[in-house]
């Protein structure tokens, strides 16, 4: 049996099928397969269901391997990556004796099929001359699935439920949003580019991670816990019970996480009371990072389709143009949605009147009891120009003063 080669480079979707596809069961069992005491998965070169475009990242320079599980019409199939002028992926193929392979002689696990590979220094196939030169272990936020203790559903997210779960080895209390296992593989790599955004980050009013789990399926993010959930059903519940200052705070938070967030060149995107969350001391963090781009300025190429029309800034409306000027488009909505304690924007109209009249000039009225200049700096975050608007550094400027004076 010949070794299969899946793909030359990096971008590429050349698929070389493996002449005789492994069926699952069999696979399900290399997985396990058990390398002195250690089944494949606990191997630290052992990536999991990882992505591809996730693996291609990890390999760097040259000689760079890792193996990891894909699962392909249904059939998962275990694979060694390797960056040898550009990238390459093999799938290790199994003898009639249950022994793995490449083109050189079978071992009875995959540890000792990748050893010999890596220390005999013999090219993987003689076609691609890739030779195996430095494992690239887990990182640390590479968690195993076993490491996190479902407990109880706390939400739905886009791809799938969210989970009060615990750590074991801490113990700590930790949210977990786990990916459909019947999406496409696209969806799961959309799903965890919220985890590779997220992991750069460190600030008190962003969201933390914790890791990503993706040893096996369901892949899952698993973040730090923010007890009091979503900002918008908490403003929605206690609407009767916040001062002005609390309402103010709430603003001042979510301002200096994007604050953080544009010295980072990072646009959110999609920032709205339903994306942050809110923790016991009323402190807000800027959540959900699905739709979010690290980028000066990002054009939408792949058609507008899930945008969230109310809170988007007309240029991003109308050319498709993102920076960080649209999120603090963004963050006047906010603030509107914070002083009317989770009200609807341009309730009352749909989205395409809201969109025509907004191109027309219009512009929300201040919610009962929003202080005039909370007001105004709503209005400026909704110039019509984005160069008009103030940036996050103004804005946190603004309301921190305005606060000091409540
Ligand atoms: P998605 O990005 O898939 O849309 P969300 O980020 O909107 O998912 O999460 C869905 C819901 O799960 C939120 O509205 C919130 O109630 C809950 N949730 C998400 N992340 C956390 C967290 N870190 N702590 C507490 N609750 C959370």
């Known amino acids: 049996?010949?070794?299969?080669?899946?793909?030359?480079?990096?971008?590429?979707?050349?698929?070389?099928?493996?002449?005789?596809?492994?069926?699952?069961?069999?696979?399900?069992?290399?997985?396990?397969?058990?390398?002195?005491?250690?089944?494949?998965?606990e191997e630290e070169w052992f990536h999991g269901v990882l992505p591809r475009e996730e693996v291609v990242r990890l390999l760097k320079n040259k000689g760079d391997f890792?193996?990891?599980?894909?699962?392909?019409?249904?059939?998962?199939?275990?694979?060694?990556?390797?960056?040898?002028?550009?990238?390459?992926?093999?799938?290790?193929?199994?003898t009639a004796d249950g022994h793995y392979r490449f083109e050189g002689p079978p071992f009875p696990s995959i540890k000792e099929l990748i050893m010999h590979?890596?220390?005999?220094?013999?090219?993987?196939?003689?076609?691609?001359?890739?030779?195996?030169?430095r494992p690239v272990l887990r990182e640390r936020w590479e968690l195993s699935n076993d490491d996190v203790?479902?407990?109880?559903?706390?939400?739905?997210?886009?791809?799938?439920?969210?989970?009060?779960?615990?750590?074991?080895?801490?113990?700590?209390?930790?949210?977990?949003k786990t990916c459909r296992m019947t999406l496409p593989e696209e969806q799961k790599r959309k799903f965890l580019q919220e985890g590779r955004i997220l992991k750069q980050y460190d600030h008190p009013n962003i969201v933390k991670l914790i890791g990503i789990c993706v040893q096996k399926q369901p892949i899952m993010i698993v973040m730090e816990l923010v007890p009091g959930g979503s900002l918008l059903n908490f403003l929605r519940k206690n609407a009767n019970t916040f001062t002005s200052k609390q309402l103010m705070g709430m603003c001042k938070d979510?301002?200096?996480?994007?604050?953080?967030?544009?010295?980072?060149?990072?646009?959110?995107?999609?920032?709205?009371a339903r994306n942050c969350l809110i923790d016991f001391e009323n402190s807000v963090?800027?959540?959900?990072?699905?739709?979010?781009r690290e980028e000066e300025e990002y054009i939408v190429s792949d058609g507008?389709?899930?945008?969230?029309?109310?809170?988007?800034?007309?240029?991003?409306?109308?050319?498709?143009?993102?920076?960080?000027?649209?999120?603090?488009?963004?963050?006047?909505?906010?603030?509107?949605?914070?002083?009317?304690?989770?009200?609807?924007?341009?309730?009352?109209?749909?989205?395409?009147?809201?969109?025509?009249?907004i191109d027309a000039g219009y512009r929300m009225p201040a919610p009962e009891n929003t202080p005039p200049e909370m007001y105004r700096l709503m209005l400026k975050c909704w110039s019509a120009e984005p160069e008009s608007r103030p940036h996050f550094d103004e804005i946190y400027t603004v309301v921190e003063a305005l606060m000091l004076r409540e």
């Not at 070794?3 to 590429?12: A, D, H, W």
């Not at 599980?69 to 990556?81: A, F, G, P």
């Not at 005999?120 to 890739?130: D, F, H, M, Q, R």
């Not at 479902?150 to 739905?156: A, H, S, T, Y």
């Open 254 to 272: 979510a301002a200096a996480g994007m604050r953080y967030l544009e010295s980072k060149n990072c646009i959110h995107r999609d920032l709205a």
């Open 66 to 94: 890792l193996v990891r599980e894909t699962i392909r019409n249904d059939e998962s199939q275990i694979v060694l990556s390797v960056s040898w002028n550009g990238h390459k992926h093999f799938i290790i193929q199994t």
């Open 149 to 176: 203790i479902l407990l109880e559903k706390i939400g739905r997210g886009n791809f799938g439920d969210v989970y009060k779960a615990k750590l074991k080895s801490t113990k700590q209390d930790v949210a977990v």
């Open 285 to 292: 963090k800027i959540s959900d990072f699905g739709m979010s």
């Open 1 to 41: 049996m010949s070794t299969s080669e899946l793909s030359t480079c990096s971008s590429s979707t050349l698929e070389l099928r493996p002449k005789a596809p492994v069926r699952k069961k069999r696979i399900r069992s290399m997985v396990m397969s058990f390398t002195g005491n250690r089944p494949l998965y």
């Open 117 to 133: 590979q890596h220390q005999s220094e013999l090219p993987v196939t003689v076609k691609s001359g890739a030779i195996l030169r």
């Open 304 to 357: 507008m389709k899930q945008i969230p029309v109310k809170w988007t800034a007309p240029e991003a409306l109308n050319f498709g143009k993102y920076t960080s000027l649209c999120d603090v488009w963004s963050y006047g909505i906010l603030m509107w949605e914070i002083f009317s304690k989770g009200n609807t924007p341009y309730s009352g109209m749909s989205n395409s009147s809201a969109r025509e009249r």
